[in-house]
Structure formats: structure tokens, C-alpha cells
């Protein structure tokens, strides 16, 4: 962001505008056409019901714009900078700190909308909600995924995955061999995405075919919203697994971690002696929810770290778990890091 753009983007302010306003408040009329595009190119600002609002920093100016091509010098230096940012986090979790944040934000949790929605898929994998899983059940509830889509159908693209994008620039890979495509938008968002070459349109039955192939493969469909509120209109769908993506990596890895979500299911479980003790729940829980013991062979589950995202029934092979509605709000707390 240069100065010309910050000076604007602070004389707009919380307001939402139409183009013609935001070109009679930049006043430079023959130059506003290049000048807005890359606005939205760097995704400073949003569409919303005719009108154009600042986005947040993040997810927003730094995950949207993140999620292009790497060609771009500005791109790819920023991604450095964001990278280095991410290691500091990890530094920063000490006693002080994370015991103030995990003050402040069980406080926020009761009292605000939660920040993103962790959703369920009618993947390869059917899950049914109160049921054994069968390949034949499956329920269409709030909180799942492909109603999400169907409400968006016409307006539905994708764009790298910010977080592996991440990983590259540092120079690493994806243990769940995922695609660097991942980031979905719906809505006008998608539009504005397409539109700025930051990512490309897709069918309804395209983003169907890669819901059910990244759930399969481990990862978790978190929902962002607009104005991080899980009351407003979703926007984007982060498809991201536990060791790529900033927030749930960061979490497991002991860095200094914002998990507040709305969830929509729990598991329980309803038959231990049908698990073999393989730990794949354990190992694809985003949040160390789950995990086997294998010294005291006992399948554990903390309730209270649960965010809903279903991975420990849909990589189970046995009929360990159901998966139960439960609607609710969920913050993870910031746990001591696990190395220096």
C-alpha cells in the first residue's frame, strides 16, 4: 500500500460507498479508473449490496492479495515479511502473554459473535448427524458446506491457499500433498477475485468435486464472514489442513493462536472398543481435540477444544463416532509452545 492509497482508504472510514462517491471523494476523476482497480486488485476494499467498504487486514489485505502469483515482487516480498512475522509469533508465546490472551479472548467469546464457522461436507465420506456412519446417510443442516455452495452457485471462484503459498516462500511443502488452489469465494467477492486476476471462476460442480477431495485428504472448511461475524453473510471458505494452515499449524505447533469459531457438530463416542488405536484422529484433529494413548491404550476427546470440523469421523475407518448437532461458540486456548 502506498501513501496515496492509505490517505483514501482513511478518508473512507468505516463508510460504505458506491463508485461514483469513492470517485467524487478521490477527485482525480481521469485517473480514478486505474487508480480503484488497483485498490480492489490488492483487495483494500470489498464489494457489499451495490456499495464498497474496507476489507479487514486479515483474513483480507494480507490473505486475498497473499493468494496470488508469487511472480510479483511486491507479492513475494510481503510473503516473506508475513513469514517472518509468523515466526515471531511462535517466539512471543511466553506466560505473560499468552495467559493475557487467553484472558481477553474467553472474555471476547462470551460476549461477541465468533469470528469464523467451521462447517461439515457431504464428501466422498457420508456423514450422517445422531447416526452411525454409513455411506448412504447423509443430512443438509446449517453448517454444512454444500448448501453453502448451492446458495452461491453462480458466484463461486478460487484462489491459492494463502497459508501454502506460505509454506513455499519458506521453502517447504505440504505433508497432505494439497493443491496450492484451495481459498474459496462466494458472492460478490468471487466476482471482484475473477475480475483482478487473483484467482478464477468455477462451476458449482468444480467446487463440489474439490470440497469432498480436501476433506478426504485432511483439510478443514473454516468460514470467514463479512466484518469477522459469524451472524453476517459468509464470503469466503478457508480449505486448509493441520500442517499448512496459520491458524490451526500455528495452534499445534505452540504459537500464539486466535481460535475463536462458531461450530456446528461434536463427535461422541459410541463405540472405543471398534477403535484399532491407528491415531489418525489424533493426527488430523486441528485442535488436539482427540488422540489415542497408546500407553494407556485409551481414546481421549476434550469437548472444550472441539471445533467441529468432523476430520476424526471422516479418516476414521470404523464406526468409532457419531457426530452430533451442537451449535456453539468455541475458543481454543493458546497452549504452552512445544519448542524453543
Known sequence: MNEEEADFLLAVGARQMTREQLCELYGKPQQFDAFFADILRKSLMWKRNGAYELAPIFPGWIEVYGGGSL?????????????????????????????????????????????????????????????????????????????MLERHA????????????????????????????????????????ADSGIGRKIS?????RMIAD??????????????????QEEIAICNCCVDCCFLYHGYRS??????????YVMPEIVDENACVGCGKCGNFCPTEATWYDKKQKKLNFLPENCIGCGQCAVQCPF?????RRNERQVFVRTKRRTHA
Request: some cysteine; hydrophobic content about 40%; aromatic content about 6%.
Open 319 to 323: 464406526p468409532v463416532r457419531v457426530l
Open 214 to 231: 480436501f476433506e478426504q485428504k485432511g483439510c478443514i472448511h473454516t468460514i470467514y464472514h463479512y466484518g469477522m461475524d459469524t451472524n
Open 71 to 147: 511472480d510479483d515482487p511486491a507479492r513475494r516480498r510481503m510473503m516473506e515479511e508475513f513469514a517472518a512475522f509468523e515466526d515471531w509469533l511462535l517466539r512471543l508465546n511466553i506466560p505473560p502473554v499468552r495467559l493475557y490472551m487467553n484472558h481477553v479472548n474467553s472474555r471476547t467469546i462470551q460476549q461477541l459473535p465468533a469470528r469464523m464457522s467451521v462447517t461439515v461436507s457431504r464428501g466422498k465420506k457420508s456423514i450422517a448427524l445422531d447416526e452411525p456412519i454409513t455411506a448412504e446417510q447423509a443430512v443438509t443442516t446449517a453448517g454444512e458446506i454444500m448448501p
Open 254 to 263: 505452540g504459537s500464539l493462536s486466535q481460535i475463536l469459531v462458531k461450530a
Open 204 to 208: 458449482l460442480e468444480e467446487a463440489r
Open 154 to 193: 453462480d458466484q463461486l471462484a478460487v484462489m491459492n491457499c494463502f497459508c501454502r503459498t506460505l509454506r513455499r516462500v519458506k521453502g517447504e511443502s505440504c505433508a497432505f500433498d494439497l493443491s496450492l488452489e484451495g481459498c474459496m469465494m462466494v458472492g460478490a467477492l468471487s466476482e471482484q477475485i
